[in-house]
């Protein structure tokens, strides 16, 4: 059934959030999520060619680098782009097979592939390019939330999260309710002025995005350094951690 | 994005048979058509035919072209499933239409019933075929009031011309061809301010509302997430080239609108009916050029992410 179901009382809306002031463009997500994923719910995630000139696959999570502001007010930003499992998810409604759907009990959105006829309607109606189309199986394949994980009784209670965030080295991607506004990640949300990506679209993400913290300001430089201060600053210091706790004490 | 071809025929064949069987079942049973039992015959066939070669050819792009008919499953949500149940549900009241016809003439109560039947049918197979595109909020060129009564439009456009082709074979091209000179000219007039609209529309997202850092300052993109293509570059990131855009446009315009009403109307002036045949072959070609324009020329926003505009 494609129609969006209404969500039972209590239910759950599971997602992630993520901070783009802590995501360093490690690729560590997409990677561990292909890894879990192409013998997951959704498996596998076909590469073609993949040692050839041109490799070509399914990935959930793409990890794109963005300039934003000029200057010294400018930043690098790096920033994960996977499904948002939206409440008012169109891809799920364009579907004319009933493949896409909605869960009612946790708001996840998959898509069966026995069912799937590849039409490819869903990636038209995604605006976030949260499908990639398998040209191996014929099918459409997206982001499962981890699904296999998260409700996976053989896994210890701390591994039942999406991979993507169980790999994380700078914890900058977080997984949980964001239906119940006393959850740990609706908490962060709400502290850190968490958004959603393109409002505008009416897909009504359930995905939140953490933006960069502001800079430090900037130090102000003294006009003309004491002689001290320049003797001090000839002499390179030798050791590294020394010369970098020197460099951030200075700030 | 990608102008896929078995799509573009869908859309141009199965709208043109759509459109002719709109006519037929409305004009025949008036008495406005040829009563022959060959051009009722040949025209419900030709319509027919062109709607199931656009069904199947739009089978052609599907993964799994052996599960088409699950695609019937969902009308209650997804217009691409309520385009395959009206397509489908057509067929029944246009084959007893046939018929009928075969049986007592075209003028008959129960012909006349049939005749309207598989018309709605036709007329809602196109108004279900625009609203896939229209109903799309991610391609600002689809997700526009105009797009629904252009596929209208222009199915009746290419219907009546060749009505008006057929008919002329009769000696009766007269009504068809009128017919035709309107929904050509309409159709002409809509697709140049669709045209004028599209070129002048702000786009409703940007790469800054697509990575909500807008209040940082401008978005470039800076490293792509992959060194190679993928699906949705492949699929949404097709680009033309301004200039090809500007030249395919005259193109279509001369060949789907400019040609056909001139041949049509001197057709109607000089009492002859083989301009109107090549009005058909020119409309069908020009049309062909347009349905491409219309997805080469749509600009997905996925693409902001990949290309910041």
Redo the contacts between chains.
């Keep these: 059934?494609?129609?969006i179901p209404k969500p039972a009382p209590g239910a759950k809306k599971l997602g992630l959030v993520i901070d783009?002031d802590t995501c360093v463009?490690c690729q560590a997500c997409?990677v561990s999520c292909k890894e879990w994923n192409t013998s997951g719910h959704m498996a596998p995630l076909t590469d073609l060619d993949p040692y050839g000139a041109?490799?070509?696959?399914?990935?959930f999570n793409?990890?794109?680098?963005?300039?934003?502001?000029?200057g010294a007010?400018?930043?690098?930003?790096h920033?994960p782009?996977s499904c948002l499992h939206c409440e008012d998810a169109?891809c799920?409604?364009?579907?004319?097979?009933?493949?896409s759907y909605k869960r009612a009990e946790d708001g996840i959105v998959l898509v069966d592939a026995d069912?799937?006829?590849?039409?490819?309607?869903c990636?038209?109606?995604?605006?976030?390019?949260a499908r990639?189309?398998?040209?191996d199986?014929?099918?459409m394949k997206k982001c499962t939330l981890c699904i296999d994980r998260i409700y996976n009784e053989t896994l210890g209670e701390e591994e039942r999260v999406p991979a993507c965030v169980s790999v994380c080295p700078t914890r900058a991607r977080h997984f949980g309710d964001l239906g119940d506004p006393d959850s740990e990640v609706s908490q962060l949300v709400a502290e850190r002025g968490g958004?959603?990506?393109?409002?505008?679209?009416?897909c009504k993400p359930v995905n939140r995005?953490l933006?960069?913290r502001p800079r430090a300001a900037p130090p102000v430089p003294s006009p003309s350094p004491s002689p001290s201060q320049t003797a001090e600053a000839a002499t390179p210091i030798a050791n590294r951690l020394l010369a970098w706790a020197d460099r951030v004490l200075s700030r | 994005m990608r102008p896929a071809f078995s799509v573009i025929f869908f859309t141009t064949a199965s709208g043109a048979g759509c459109g002719l069987l709109i006519w037929l079942g409305l004009l025949a049973p008036a008495g406005l058509l040829p009563a022959s039992l060959w051009f009722g015959g040949l025209t419900l066939a030709l319509a027919l035919a062109l709607l199931t070669a656009g069904l199947l050819a739009s089978t052609f792009h599907l993964g799994h072209p052996e599960r088409a008919w699950r695609a019937l499953g969902q009308w209650r949500s997804s217009w691409l499933s309520r385009e395959g149940v009206a397509a489908l549900a057509t067929y029944p009241p246009a084959l007893a239409f046939g018929s009928l016809w075969v049986l007592g003439g075209p003028r008959g109560p129960w012909t006349a019933l049939c005749g309207a039947l598989a018309a709605a049918g036709a007329l809602g197979t196109v108004f279900c075929t625009g609203q896939i595109y229209a109903s799309l909020r991610t391609i600002r060129q689809w997700h526009d009031s105009r797009v629904v009564p252009l596929y209208l439009l222009l199915a009746l456009w290419s219907g009546a011309v060749l009505a008006a082709a057929l008919a002329g074979l009769w000696g009766a091209a007269r009504l068809p061809a009128l017919l035709a000179l309107v929904c050509g000219l309409g159709g002409l007039a809509l697709k140049l301010s669709y045209w004028h609209a599209i070129d002048r529309a702000a786009p409703a997202s940007t790469l800054e509302s697509a990575t909500g850092l807008g209040s940082w300052g401008k978005v470039r993109p800076l490293d792509p997430p992959h060194t190679e293509e993928n699906y949705l570059l492949r699929e949404m990131g097709y680009r033309i080239a301004r200039k090809h855009a500007a030249k395919l446009r005259r193109l279509a315009l001369a060949l789907a609108f400019a040609l056909p009403l001139a041949l049509l109307a001197a057709g109607l002036a000089a009492r002859l009916a083989f301009p109107a045949l090549l009005a058909a072959l020119a409309a069908a070609a020009g049309l062909l050029i347009e349905r491409w324009l219309f997805f080469a020329e749509a600009k997905h926003v996925v693409t902001l992410y990949y290309r910041g505009n």
């Design positions: 059934m494609t129609s783009l463009g997409a041109r490799p070509d696959g399914v990935w793409r990890i794109h680098s963005y300039e934003a502001g000029d007010a400018g930043r690098t930003v920033f782009r169109p799920v409604t364009v579907c004319p097979t009933g493949a069912l799937c006829i590849g039409c490819k309607l990636s038209w109606a995604c605006p976030y390019g990639e189309y398998d040209e199986a014929g099918v958004f959603e990506l393109m409002p505008e679209q009416g995005y933006p960069p």
